[in-house]
């Protein structure tokens, strides 16, 4: 990335500073809009409502203090939080890093959207859509890389709180991943005063069930254990669901099934990473149909309509325009 590409950013600016452009996108907590000059690499995320800057001002000062190898690496990674947007101690919006333009295709229509792991969960409807079908090893290698990212935010002392198909790039050769929604990234074991936002179909019912207060490293590897088998055996998988040995790669099961468990017995993120090391060399390197597992009418209503019309609606709708134009 050079200079011309990632020009410096306040650590906190004015709304009136930021230069705001079309509106892209808009959710029930935010809308995200373009950013007009040089700041091409970020998007504006406008909250619905004003919220207390300290967390994300905590943020924005790790990214600030970090190396270049290290911001190489977030920036190719994470969409993280670059800027406060307020002033006197409210947020009112943050300026947040803009995956790259390989993270996204070309609809029949010409119109460009990111590929995130929907494409993934519902490939036959993704087929359509000009999105090639991954093989089974090519889905492992996605969930390593996944993995990876996962792993270095722990190491770094963060927890994403709102992990969800929908949070989640993807591009093959190599395989990559590109994490969005990153001001959802807490340091573990830290309290928050921020309203919780999750996706009730990736959430840890410990969370659920208010028996944590937010999600935690056991949450990390319960998501860990949906994702897995709703990639690489049906979109439609829940806990307790089959495990069909010619979809899961051995080296998974007993870690699927651990995931949904007691907190304590979940798989740590070094466990995962073995396991998926593991399976590569279990897959065929095949595109492998779906398995008739689950109970497609189980899936969140928001899952279901994601595809209505052989357009992509919703949560892809809210996260499109997170792909940079370079």
């Known amino acids: 990335m050079n200079d011309e590409a990632w020009p410096p950013v306040p650590p ?17 907590a935010s809308t995200v809009f373009s950013i007009a000059g040089p700041r091409k690499t970020l998007l504006y995320k406008k909250y619905s409502r004003p919220r207390d ?9 790790t990214h600030a203090g970090w190396d270049a190898k290290t911001l190489e690496r977030v920036r190719h990674t994470l969409a993280w939080p670059v800027a406060t947007v307020g002033e006197d101690g409210q947020a009112v919006g943050a300026l947040v890093v803009r995956a790259a333009a390989d993270f996204q295709f070309t609809l029949p229509s010409g119109r460009t959207r990111v590929r995130d792991f929907n494409f993934l969960l519902y490939e036959k409807r993704s087929e359509k859509l000009g999105v090639p079908r991954a093989t089974d090893r090519d889905k492992v290698d996605l969930l390593r890389a996944l993995l990876d990212v996962l792993s270095w935010l722990d190491d770094h002392g963060f927890v994403h709180e709102d992990l969800a198909s929908h949070n989640l790039l993807w591009k093959l050769g190599p395989a990559e991943v590109f994490v969005l929604d990153c001001d959802s990234l807490r340091p573990l074991g830290g309290d928050s005063s921020s309203p919780l936002y999750t996706t009730v179909d990736w959430t840890d019912p410990r969370v659920l069930a208010g028996e944590v207060s937010r999600p935690d490293r056991a949450s990390t ?5 949906l994702l897995v088998p709703r990639v690489l055996i049906s979109p439609h998988w829940y806990p307790n669901d089959p495990l069909p040995p010619e979809r899961l ?35 065929t390197g095949t595109v492998v149909e779906p ?12 899952d279901r309509w994601i595809f209505a019309g052989g357009l992509l609606l919703g949560a892809l709708l809210a996260i499109f325009v997170l792909a940079r134009f370079v």
């Open 12 to 28: 906190r600016i004015a709304e009136a500073e930021v230069g705001i452009g079309d509106q892209l996108a808009r959710g029930g």
């Open 53 to 61: 800057a300290g967390e994300l001002d905590e943020l924005v000062g």
């Open 221 to 225: 590897s319960y998501v860990l254990g």
């Open 249 to 283: 790669p051995a080296a998974l099961t007993e870690l699927v099934v651990r995931a949904s468990g007691p907190a304590a017995s979940r798989p740590s993120l070094t466990e995962w990473a073995r396991g998926l090391d593991k399976a590569s060399a279990q897959t």
């Open 291 to 302: 398995a008739p597992v689950g109970d497609p009418a189980a899936v969140r209503t928001a």
